[in-house]
């Protein structure tokens, strides 16, 4: 059975920094294409970032490009988010999910995803 778990949120200042992990399990994390969402409240859900299998392939919403890079470490069954220069409109639940994929097109939509973590808390406040 698939699960993912997210961690590495928490509350920061405005401009710094943090480094959010899933860690996938119950299969070979390498044949699946995984997706960060973010929720915040009174919002829908936001597809934030995505990373095809082999990590050669990202994609990102305009709203966080430049500022959040995505990447996999299969051998550890992880895949990152690194959020820089944080400003108080990223302050929300971050998710990830996965499903097993050999493409990744439609990557930042939610239905594309059958696996879904339970999500890690993002407060960004002065």
């Known amino acids: 059975q698939l699960q993912l778990v997210e961690s590495g949120g928490g509350l920061v200042q405005p401009g710094e920094s943090l480094r959010l992990s899933c860690v996938v399990s119950?299969?070979?994390?390498?044949?699946?294409?995984v997706g960060w969402f973010r929720q915040a409240p009174g919002k829908e859900r936001e597809g934030v970032s995505c990373?095809?299998?082999?990590?050669?392939?990202?994609k990102y919403a305009d709203s966080v490009k430049s500022r959040f890079t995505i990447s996999r470490d299969n051998a550890k069954n992880t895949v990152y988010l690194q959020i820089d220069v944080l400003k108080p409109e990223d302050t929300a639940i971050y998710y990830c999910?996965?499903?097993?994929?050999?493409?990744?097109?439609?990557?930042?939509?939610?239905?594309?995803?059958?696996?879904w973590g339970q999500g890690t808390q993002v407060t960004v406040s002065s």
């Open positions: 999910a996965a499903v097993r994929s050999v493409g990744s097109s439609g990557c930042l939509t939610a239905g594309r995803y059958d696996g």
């Open positions: 990373i095809s299998r082999s990590g050669s392939s990202t």
């Open positions: 119950g299969f070979t994390s390498e044949y699946y294409l």
